[in-house]
Nanobody, 115 residues
Framework: QVQVVESGGGGVQPGGSRRLSCAAS????????MGWFRQAPGNEREWLAS???????NYGDSVKGRFTLSRDNEKNTAYLQMNSLKPEDTAVYYC?????????WGQGTQVTVSS
């Protein structure tokens, strides 16, 4: 019954911006650890940003200062605002929710940064 669905991916030019959404059902984005990861072809999945315990937000070094994590508790949706995008940001972006019973992942949304 738990579903995590990402949206908002697409193509963008270097220096541009996009906002990704993560809509969850069957699990709360406010009462669980949750965040965003990405995976580029041939690379391991990379952690980007997460809401941790007590609502603390942590960011990975590669996106700190450029990406912003937020959430709308009423909509049970989290967002990742991505600014100053670089070609190396090209990847499939995944939403993650760390529930008590296990980890839940979305199917991913492709973000391609190119000229």
């Amino acid at each position: 019954q738990v579903q995590v669905v990402e949206s908002g991916g697409g193509g963008v030019q270097p220096g541009g911006s996009r906002r990704l959404s993560c809509a969850a059902s069957g699990i709360s984005v406010s009462r669980n650890r949750m965040g965003w990861f990405r995976q580029a072809p041939g690379n391991e999945r990379e952690w980007l940003a997460s809401f941790m315990s007590i609502g603390r937000i942590n960011y990975g070094d590669s996106v700190k200062g450029r990406f912003t994590l937020s959430r709308d508790n009423e909509k049970n949706t989290a967002y990742l605002q991505m600014n100053s995008l670089k070609p190396e940001d090209t990847a499939v972006y995944y939403c993650w929710v760390g529930g008590t019973g296990g980890d839940y992942w979305g199917q991913g949304t492709q973000v391609t940064v190119s000229s």
